[in-house]
């Protein structure tokens, strides 16, 4: 079966090996069809602005996000839910 859509809104970080989901995808998606991706922009300067969530919450979130940064390990595949800058999602 082949699908005219594929929707996928911040499930893509939390999959380790996201290429072969991008493979997947790819194999069961129609030709010239629709293919929605959201994730957590990686080079985004703040995150966590909006939702339900206490401002202690965010401003803990956030720094916690800048320390991953400073150590080498704001990456997907060590839990930082950091996202995608956009370069590393052309090709697929």
């Known amino acids: 079966m082949l699908f005219d859509f594929i929707y996928s809104y911040h499930v ?8 072969k989901a991008f493979q997947k995808i790819n ?18 300067i703040l995150g966590y602005i909006d939702g339900n969530s206490t401002l202690r919450e965010k ?16 990456e ?7 996202g995608f800058a956009i370069e590393e999602l052309y090709g697929y």
């Not at 194999?27 to 985004?44: D, E, H, T």
């Not at 997907?76 to 950091?82: D, Q, T």
């Open 12 to 19: 893509i970080e939390h999959i380790s090996d996201f290429e």
């Open 27 to 44: 194999r069961v998606i129609k030709k010239c069809s629709l293919f929605y991706i959201g994730v957590p922009n990686k080079n985004r």
């Open 59 to 74: 401003v803990s979130w956030n720094v916690e996000d800048y320390k991953a940064r400073f150590r080498g390990k704001f």
């Open 76 to 82: 997907n595949k060590f839990g930082a839910h950091a």
